[in-house]
């Protein structure tokens, strides 16, 4: 069964850090781009950042210098490491996998986890 399973959300206090994991099964991470979006209640889903298949990673500029996306080929597994974390960055934060073939996409999401950022 084709799914991403995401892990890691909470609430923490500004500031703070947390990691976001997101595991592949059915599908195998490095032949994707994959990336993270967020979602802050009454707004819509935005990119966070992504990784190509090269290795390349890119990120919104609200999350530039805070923010590491990265992948474990090994564990099929892609995290994103969150520091200095802001009441802003509240959102429920999904994990995404995409890849077209000729003329056909392909495109996974994982569930969602929640991320609140407060003191």
């Known amino acids: 069964q084709l799914q991403l399973v995401e892990s890691g959300g909470g609430l923490v206090q500004p500031g703070g850090s947390l990691r976001l994991s997101c595991a592949a099964s059915g599908l195998t991470l490095n032949s994707y781009v994959i990336g993270w979006f967020r979602q802050a209640p009454g707004k819509e889903r935005e990119a966070v950042s992504c990784?190509?298949?090269?290795?390349?990673?890119y990120y919104g500029d609200s999350v530039k210098g805070r923010f590491t996306i990265s992948r474990d080929n090994a564990k099929n597994t892609m995290y994103l490491q969150m520091n200095s974390l802001e009441p802003e960055d509240t959102a429920v934060y999904y994990c995404?996998?995409?890849?077209?073939?000729?003329?056909?996409?392909?495109?996974?999401w994982g569930q969602g986890t929640q991320v609140t950022v407060s003191s």
């Open positions: 990784i190509t298949t090269d290795g390349t990673s």
């Open positions: 995404n996998a995409h890849n077209t073939v000729v003329v056909t996409t392909y495109e996974y």
